[in-house]
Every structure is written in structure tokens, then in C-alpha cells.
């Protein structure tokens, strides 16, 4: 048996209700009005039924619309994520309180917070059963990464002559985070490798790391370091035995992003959020290789998360970069690292993404080789830049569904 809902159930709290003329319905009470006045002025019995229509239709019209909406109610639920340039869905409840009567031509519009990168969604119901509830998923799209704030939504309706518009707005809050927008990773990342003396642009910065890590145990040979004799299995065998040491594989790196950029100056500012695409990219590929990967991001706070592994830290990855923001002249990235602490276990070289190639740049390149290891340069519009990433806009590659993302 399907259970009827009633009017007793949990509604998003009715914020603000208005009544408002539509220019139909201005035009049409002014030839009313036209129509009385000819009916007066001529006595004539013909344009006073007309005008008594008139009048009825606009009660009707007054009334019907306004009690419809008072019997609706009406759930938002929007993604806890999505990502810039890929659809996610709004999914809306809406529920026809009434015993009798159906509702018709009910318009939804969305309200989202002033500057929103994306017009208002908006859904029409053309008709609902009385005692009826109906789930709506409608398709929708955020151009750009950052936080997304559903306010609230309004109910419209304009029945059943159009003359009138009635519309309720319920208070409904809700945020969404939007991550940047995935490209595609064009070579293999492999930080660290290179050596060099100058912070350049795509080159690498610092020294690599010799840690080494015990492999076993062999015959001595000539021109083996004599620091590594094994003394106590060289008078168990009798010859000179030494300890095999291997090169730990460096499965680990810094992503740094440098959000500082020029005031008033549009072209850093596409750059840098070309850049924090780049970065996204990055980590969701070494992170599905196995990689640790860790986010030092300048801001108001400074994001620092040390290297980890494992799809459940991408989404907390994805968020830091969804919602850092353009910082000015005053946050200084470079004085924050030569104050971080680096142990031994969080160093290793570091992906250094930023918008241009200023010395603000080069000072955070060299701070993060002196602190961590060999820190590798990246910036749009540069060769080593666009040997590593494809933008997500590239006709020739297609995005990935937000199903897998998530």
C-alpha cells in the first residue's frame, strides 16, 4: 500500500512568498479596465458580462496559483563534490500535499550565491498527481574549481492564465566543493632524477638523496668501499665479506603550488588555475601508481599535508586545491618553508607548479631544494610544461566520468 504523505513532514523552512504581475497580465487588467469603462460610459449589457469574465478570470487566477503552492513541498540534494567541467546531478523530491486537487506547471529555480560561476538550475514539473511525491535529477555544470553555496530555491507558478506570478522561496543551504578540472599526464613522472645548479624552468633544483637500504651480503671485491666489510661473516667464512646496499626507490614527492600572482593581472590568473589543474592531474595519477604524495599550497592558512598514499587521500587533496585562493604580495611561500621542520621521513624531490617565472618562484624553488630535495619547475605556456600535461580542453582527449573521480 503506498503511504499518502502528509502535511506534518520535515519542510526546508519558507523564507520569503510574493505576488507579482506579469506583463501579460498588466495588459490584460488594462483592457479590462477599458472594458468597464466602455460598459459604464455606454450602458452597453454585453461589455459588462465581459468585464464580470475578466474580473472572475483574474480571482481565479489570484487564488488558484497561491493555494497550489502552499500544498507543495519541495527537497534539494546536491553531490557533497563534483568536478569543473563535468556534470553532476541535482536531484529534487517534491510532494503534492493535497487530497484532491493536482498541481500543474510548477517551475523551480535555484538560488545560488551572488558571483556563482554558473547560472541558477532550474526544473518544471508540468504535473503532479494529488498525494503524489516524484524524484527529479537534473543535469548541471561548474565551469570553475572552488566552493559552490546553494542558498535557497524558489516554487513558481504562473496558472492557469498566466496573469500572475507566484513564487515561495524556501531557505535551503547546502555547499558543494568543485575540484579542478583533470587533464591528462603525458609522460611518466619520475621527480628527482635530474640535477642541475639553477632553478629553470622544467629543470630540477638540489641534489638527489643517497639513502640506501641493506640488499645482502657478498664476496669482497676490488674497489668495494672498505666501510662496508661484514667483519662478522668474513670470520665465519674466512674471506672478506661485504654488505650489498641498494638505492631506495624514491616513491615519494612534494606537489607544491605557488598561488601568488601579479594584482589586476588576468593572464596569471588563467594560468595559475591552468597550473592547479595541472597539479590536480598530477596527483590523481601518481596516486592511482602508488606513489606518496604530499600538498604544500600557500594561503590563508598554509596548507602543508605530509606525503601519503591510497585513494582516500585524493579526495582531502582535491579539496586543498579546489579551495585555495589567489594570494598577493604579502604571503611570502618561501619564508614559510625555511620555517617548516623536515625529518627525514617527509623529504624527497618536489613538483613545483606556479604561474609565472618571477623570482618570488625561483626563491620558493630553491627554499624547497634546500629543505626537501630536487624541486622540478612547471608553468603554462612553457615547453616542459606542456610535455607533461594536456589540458582537459583538448579536443583530443575526452574527460574522464565523474563516477571515476569520485
Not at 452597453?44 to 464580470?52: K, Y
Not at 661485504?242 to 601579479?262: G, K, S
Request: proline share 8%; hydrophobic share 40%.
Amino acid at each position: 500500500m503506498k503511504r499518502r504523505p502528509t502535511k506534518t513532514e520535515s519542510r526546508p523552512r519558507v523564507q520569503q512568498h510574493a505576488l507579482r504581475l506579469t506583463r501579460g497580465g498588466f495588459f490584460f487588467i488594462l483592457a479590462a479596465t477599458l472594458i468597464c469603462l466602455g460598459a459604464m460610459d455606454g450602458n452597453v449589457n454585453l461589455l459588462t458580462l465581459l468585464f464580470g469574465f475578466c474580473l472572475a478570470a483574474l480571482l481565479v487566477n489570484l487564488f488558484y496559483g497561491s493555494r497550489t503552492l502552499k500544498t507543495l513541498s519541495v527537497r534539494r540534494c546536491v553531490p557533497d563534490v563534483a568536478v569543473a567541467g563535468q556534470p553532476f546531478l541535482i536531484r529534487y523530491t517534491i510532494t503534492n500535499h493535497r487530497r484532491w486537487a493536482s498541481a500543474r506547471g510548477i517551475l523551480i529555480e535555484d538560488c545560488l550565491s551572488p558571483g556563482a560561476p554558473m547560472p541558477n538550475p532550474e526544473v518544471f514539473v508540468p504535473f503532479l498527481p494529488a498525494g503524489e511525491t516524484i524524484n527529479l535529477a537534473i543535469p548541471a555544470v561548474c565551469p570553475s574549481r572552488g566552493r559552490l553555496a546553494f542558498s535557497s530555491f524558489k516554487v513558481h507558478s504562473r496558472l492557469p492564465f498566466y496573469l500572475f506570478t507566484k513564487w515561495m522561496r524556501y531557505s535551503s543551504e547546502q555547499e558543494m566543493i568543485v575540484f579542478p578540472a583533470l587533464g591528462r599526464v603525458l609522460t611518466r613522472i619520475r621527480p628527482g632524477e635530474a640535477s642541475v645548479d639553477t632553478p629553470a624552468v622544467g629543470s630540477a633544483l638540489g641534489r638527489i638523496r643517497g639513502d640506501e637500504e641493506y640488499y645482502g651480503v657478498r664476496e669482497y671485491r676490488i674497489g668495494d668501499n672498505p666501510r662496508r666489510i661484514h667483519w662478522r661473516r668474513t670470520a665465519q667464512t674466512g674471506q672478506l665479506m661485504i654488505r650489498e646496499m641498494a638505492r631506495a626507490r624514491d616513491d615519494q614527492f612534494w606537489c607544491v603550488v605557488h598561488t601568488r600572482i601579479a594584482p589586476d593581472d588576468p593572464g596569471q590568473a588563467e594560468r595559475l588555475e591552468l597550473a592547479i589543474s595541472a597539479a590536480a592531474t598530477v596527483i590523481c595519477d601518481a596516486l592511482e601508481r602508488g606513489s606518496r604524495v604530499g600538498l604544500i599550497c600557500n594561503g590563508r592558512p598554509l596548507v602543508v599535508m605530509p606525503p601519503s598514499s591510497g585513494r582516500a587521500c585524493r579526495p582531502r587533496l582535491l579539496r586543498e586545491l579546489a579551495i585555495c585562493t589567489n594570494t598577493e604580495a604579502d604571503d611570502d611561500l618561501a619564508a614559510h618553508l625555511r620555517r617548516l621542520p623536515w625529518p627525514p621521513r617527509r623529504r624527497g624531490p618536489a613538483l613545483l607548479f606556479g604561474a609565472a617565472d618571477t623570482e618570488d618562484l625561483r626563491a620558493v624553488a630553491t627554499a624547497m631544494a634546500c629543505a626537501s630535495g630536487a624541486t622540478t619547475v612547471y608553468i603554462p605556456g612553457t615547453c616542459p610544461f606542456d610535455e607533461l600535461f594536456e589540458p582537459p580542453d583538448s579536443p583530443t582527449y575526452k574527460l574522464p566520468a565523474l563516477q571515476e573521480i569520485q
